[in-house]
């Protein structure tokens, strides 16, 4: 059966770091636009980090929100069908639920982390990210 799931995720103090992964069992996320999104309570939805797929059907780019350039990384190990999310110096404005979704391509970069998510098909579980001195 074909599913994504996440680990990683927790409760930091304000600059620490997490470190969130996303692994697909099934299929390859090589060949999927992989995002991370994340909800919090009285937030609007945010893609925070999008990587297109790196088979060589996109470009392979990544996208950042703003929120998070210069904090967070995203990055592929095709070997092992993960995505992951390193998430350095967070902040009071980090704490959500972040979950991955991936598509197919071909999907602008930017433009899929910016897509409602009905139109995402593969969802990994979601993963609570909680900033608390």
């Known amino acids: 059966q074909a599913q994504i799931v996440q680990s990683g995720g927790g409760l930091v103090q304000p600059g620490g770091s997490l470190r969130l992964s996303c692994t697909a069992s099934?299929?390859?996320?090589?060949?999927?636009?992989v995002g991370w999104f994340r909800q919090a309570p009285g937030k609007e939805y945010e893609g925070v980090s999008c990587?297109?797929?790196?088979?060589?059907?996109?470009?392979?780019?990544?996208y950042y929100a703003v929120t998070v350039e210069g904090r967070f990384t995203v990055s592929r190990d095709d070997a092992k069908s993960t995505v992951n999310l390193q998430m350095n110096d967070l902040t009071y404005e980090d704490p959500a639920t972040y979950s991955c979704?991936?598509?197919?391509?071909?999907?602008?970069?930017?433009?899929?982390?910016?897509?409602?998510?009905?139109?995402?098909?593969?969802w990994g579980q979601g993963s609570q990210v909680t900033v608390s001195s």
């Open positions: 979704g991936a598509v197919p391509p071909p999907l602008a970069t930017e433009r899929f982390c910016g897509v409602a998510p009905r139109h995402i098909g593969h």
């Open positions: 990587i297109n797929s790196s088979d060589g059907s996109s470009d392979g780019s990544i």
């Open positions: 099934a299929f390859s996320l090589k060949h999927y636009a």
